[in-house]
T-cell receptor, first 114, second 115 residues
Framework: NAGVTQTPKFRILKIGQSMTLQCAQD?????MYWYRQDPGMGLKLIYY???????DKGEVPNGYNVSRSTTEDFPLRLELAAPSQTSVYFC?????????????FGPGTRLLVL | AQSVSQHNHHVILSEAASLELGCNYS??????LFWYVQSPGQGLQLLLK??????LVQGIKGFEAEFMRSQSSFNLRKPSVHWSDAAEYFC?????????????FGTGTRLTVIP
C-alpha cells in the first residue's frame, strides 16, 4: 500500500490564484482530513470527511473548499490564494472501528503565496 | 474548548541521555491520546497511542508514554536517545465529536541530540 499520497510537494502561488491540493489513500479508510501547519505551531484542522459525499468544517475552514466524490480522494481547493494561506498542508485518513481510530498522514504539500 | 499544551518548545540532549517530554490536555470527555514524530521535511509518523486499558503504553523506536488521568497528562519518555531521534514531537488529543474523531495538536517540541 502507498498509504496517503499528496501532490504537489511544493507550489508557489500568486495572490488571487487558485489551485487544488490532491490527496489520495489506498487503505479503504472512510475518514479523511485536511490540516495546515504554520511555523512553530501544531496542526489545525481545515475540513474533514466521514465518507464519500459527506464533508464538514474543521477549526480553520475559511478560504478553502473540499469535495469527496470517492472513498480514495479528498482534494482541497483554494479559490483566491492569500499570503495567510502560506503553510504546509497535511492530508490524513483513518478507519473508524468501534471507538478506535488512528490517523495516518501524508508527506505534506508546502505552499507559498506571494 | 479542547487544548493541548507542550511546555517544552526545544529540548537539547546529549546522546544516550534520557528523554521526557510533557503533554497536558484540557477536555471534559473521553479522549484518545497520541504522540507523533515529524522529521524535517517529512509527514507525521505515529509513535504510540492510548485508547484504554494499561496506562503505560509502548511505541515504536523504544518510546513509551504514561497516561495520568488525575493530572490530564500523557508524557513521552525514552531511556536513552539516539542522534536519529532528533525531530519534532507532537502530542495530540482525539476528542470524539459529532461525525468524527478530530485531533487537537500541541505546538510541538523540537528535540536536538548532541552526538
Amino acid at each position: 500500500n502507498a498509504g496517503v499520497t499528496q501532490t504537489p510537494k511544493f507550489r508557489i502561488l500568486k495572490i488571487g490564484q487558485s489551485m487544488t491540493l490532491q490527496c489520495a489513500q489506498d487503505m479503504n479508510h472512510n475518514y479523511m482530513y485536511w490540516y495546515r501547519q504554520d511555523p512553530g505551531m501544531g496542526l489545525k484542522l481545515i475540513y474533514y470527511s466521514v465518507g464519500a459525499g459527506i464533508t464538514d468544517k474543521g477549526e480553520v475552514p475559511n478560504g478553502y473548499n473540499v469535495s469527496r466524490s470517492t472513498t480514495e480522494d479528498f482534494p482541497l481547493r483554494l479559490e483566491l490564494a492569500a499570503p495567510s494561506q502560506t503553510s504546509v498542508y497535511f492530508c490524513a485518513s483513518s478507519l473508524i472501528d468501534r471507538a478506535y481510530e488512528t490517523q495516518y498522514f501524508g508527506p505534506g504539500t508546502r505552499l507559498l503565496v506571494l | 474548548a479542547q487544548s493541548v499544551s507542550q511546555h517544552n518548545h526545544h529540548v537539547i540532549l546529549s546522546e544516550a541521555a534520557s528523554l521526557e517530554l510533557g503533554c497536558n490536555y484540557s477536555y471534559g470527555g473521553t479522549v484518545n491520546l497520541f504522540w507523533y514524530v515529524q522529521s524535517p521535511g517529512q509527514g507525521l509518523q505515529l509513535l504510540l497511542k492510548y485508547f484504554s486499558g494499561d496506562t503505560l503504553v509502548q511505541g515504536i523506536k523504544g518510546f513509551e508514554a504514561e497516561f495520568m488521568r488525575s493530572q490530564s497528562s500523557f508524557n513521552l519518555r525514552k531511556p536513552s536517545v539516539h542522534w536519529s531521534d532528533a525531530a519534532e514531537y507532537f502530542c495530540a488529543v482525539g476528542a470524539r465529536q459529532t461525525g468524527a474523531n478530530n485531533l487537537f495538536f500541541g505546538t510541538g517540541t523540537r528535540l536536538t541530540v548532541i552526538p
